[in-house]
């Protein structure tokens, strides 16, 4: 399974907002998305979940254009977690997760099937929320949250997943236990795994390869111990960098500014 | 008392209204001399009160459900189809149709009918355009647009109100109070199809609608066609209520309050709470019309006044009480 990008830009209003940008993604992979805000990373990653259609280029599943594959059978292949939902959601943790079978239910079927609830449940379990079947969102903790959007997008079966700064607004623990889960989900099932990130640690840890974006543009790409050092990171964040190297892990931190 | 079960004791209540409503009401029936043919009681019984039962549980259905499917597509706990503009539609076209009074109707449909539920089609057809732009208008400029569409038909109503004679101008002030009193079967006959037909469709995208509730984009990215959901259901409610307004005159409120009412006890989703309007505002606009007709008999009052009289300090009731937040 390849996710491919072949070209695509985003206008809107006739400002340029991503420039035509093309790479690939295999299954196992992990590619993360850094940049400065506005750089395009969201833009890129809604091209990519097909919630925007390309002004030029297209994306492809597999060889399939989106166009070709339609909404509902690309939400059988690729599944993503927005960064920013609605403050309050009406629905139980079960309730929401099941929903991710979405793309598998049909309007005849009076609840969702045996094995829809199966796989809803392995994808909390997955995500060690198991205990929380009948939970009100609302009432969850940000981590929590978050963990369960994550099994709500397993649900969906698919062999990419998406993910909008995932640990935004997360705890150091919580922000761990993402990046752990995200770890598995792509060297260990198999998955193609993108997602963008202000941090560069995270990055550091996850990304099989780094895009750097800059206003709309492709910076460089390549991986980790190419993209994540302190004269790249300047060029791209206009800030300097420290960069301490202490295997297998890569720290990176912005310099301070008098 | 939580989800199935509260949908179990909503049928039996509507079942207990579809029953008792007719044989209650200002001046008793005789239930032996109405069942046998020919008496005058047998005609009340018949021809007046559950023809108007009927209208009443359809209507209220409709009502009820709209209100819960604009709701979840506005994400906005006020939206109903009195605030989107499409009852204002309906009574401008009525409104309209009383000032010209010349038309007197067609194919056995008064002109004050056509009139109304071309006014609301007219409406819905409107924001079902703005939802199909080639952007595409987002949930919350179709809601303001909904309302600034409301305002300029209220506006309208009045500008043609102080233009016309004084007669045509109580009639129509009369027609805007909403009520069920002029019906027989033949209006049943309009309402009931668009009624039924709606709610199958809005039932049948109820996991679309839930998906909704967890935000648009998280709808889309499990494969949700935003823009479909959004003008299909525009174009379904159109129908439901224009039909509805149309036969009875614009009814307020129960668009509003019967959702949240019964949001408490089935929940959110709308497998459980479309099935539950339904029940729910049928019997809910049929015990109203019971009480708008007894309370102050030998005369009535239009349904429509006591649903607002009622409505407003009821919601206020409602939301105070809460703990939680409402949206």
């Known amino acids: 399974m390849r996710l491919c990008a072949d070209g695509i830009s985003w206008s809107v209003a006739g400002k340029r907002i991503l420039a035509p940008l093309s790479f690939e993604v295999a299954a196992g992979e992990c590619v993360v998305v850094v940049g400065p805000n506005g750089a395009g990373k969201t833009t890129l990653l809604r091209l990519l979940a097909g919630l925007l259609a390309p002004t030029t280029g297209e994306a492809r599943w597999n060889g399939v254009p989106y166009a070709r594959l339609g909404r509902r059978r690309l939400a059988r292949h690729v599944a993503y977690v927005p960064q920013i939902r609605p403050a309050r959601i009406p629905l139980t943790v079960e309730q929401l997760v099941l929903l991710g079978r979405f793309p598998y239910l049909s309007a005849w079927q009076m609840r969702p099937s045996a094995e829809d609830r199966a796989v809803a449940f392995g994808a909390l379990e997955r995500v060690g929320l198991e205990g929380f079947v009948g939970r009100p969102l609302d009432e969850l903790s940000g981590g929590e949250r978050q963990a369960v959007f994550i099994a709500a997008a397993l649900a969906q079966q698919t062999d990419v997943l998406l993910l909008d700064e995932p640990t935004t607004h997360l705890d150091p623990k919580h922000q761990q236990e993402v990046a752990r889960l995200l770890l598995d989900l792509s060297a260990g099932d198999e998955r193609a795994v993108v997602l963008t990130t202000h941090d560069l640690n995270l990055a550091a840890r996850l990304a099989d390869r780094v895009l750097a974006l800059s206003r709309g543009d492709l910076v460089v790409e390549g991986p980790g111990d190419e993209v994540l050092v302190p004269a790249r990171l300047e060029q791209v964040f206009d800030v300097p960098f420290e960069v301490v190297v202490e295997p297998p892990q890569r720290y990176v931190l912005p310099r301070l500014q008098p | ?327």
């Open chain 2, 1 to 327: 008392m939580k989800g199935n079960g509260a949908l179990g004791v909503l049928a039996v209540l509507w079942l207990a209204v579809l029953f008792a409503a007719p044989l209650l009401g200002p001046g008793r029936l005789d239930l032996d001399a109405a069942l046998a043919s020919g008496s005058i009681d047998a005609t009340i019984l018949w021809q007046m009160r559950l023809p108007r039962v009927l209208l009443a549980l359809v209507g209220g259905a409709a009502l009820a459900v709209s209100g819960t499917a604009f709701q979840t597509l506005f994400r906005n706990p006020l939206a109903e189809p009195y605030t989107l503009g499409v009852a204002g539609g309906a009574a401008l076209g009525a409104v309209l149709a009383l000032h010209i009074g010349e038309w007197s109707g067609f194919g056995g449909l008064p002109a004050v009918a056509l009139a109304s539920f071309a006014g609301a089609a007219a409406v819905g057809a409107t924001l079902v355009a703005l939802a199909r732009t080639e952007r595409g208008a987002d949930s919350a400029t179709l809601l303001l647009a909904g309302i600034a569409i409301s305002l300029s038909c209220s506006a309208l109503i009045l500008f043609i109100q102080y233009q016309t004679d004084f007669t045509r101008s109580f009639r129509m002030v009369r027609w805007m109070m909403g009520g069920l009193v002029v019906v027989g079967y033949r209006e049943v006959g309009w309402v009931a199809p668009w009624a039924l037909a709606g709610s199958l469709f809005l039932f049948a995208r109820r996991w679309g609608l839930d998906l909704l509730l967890a935000g648009e984009e998280v709808a889309a990215s499990r494969g949700l066609d935003l823009d479909r959901v959004r003008w299909s259901v525009l174009a379904v409610v159109s129908l439901m209520v224009g039909s509805l307004v149309a036969v009875t005159g614009p009814i307020g409120f129960v668009g509003l309050i019967v959702p949240h009412m019964l949001r408490r006890f089935v929940g959110h989703t709308h497998g459980l709470l479309l099935p539950a309007c339904f029940l729910g505002g049928g019997a809910f606009l049929a015990v109203a019309d019971l009480a708008a007709r007894t309370v102050m008999a030998p005369a009535e009052l239009p349904v429509g006044v006591l649903t607002a009289l009622m409505g407003g300090p009821f919601f206020l009731w409602l939301l105070l009480r809460r703990r939680t937040p409402l949206a």
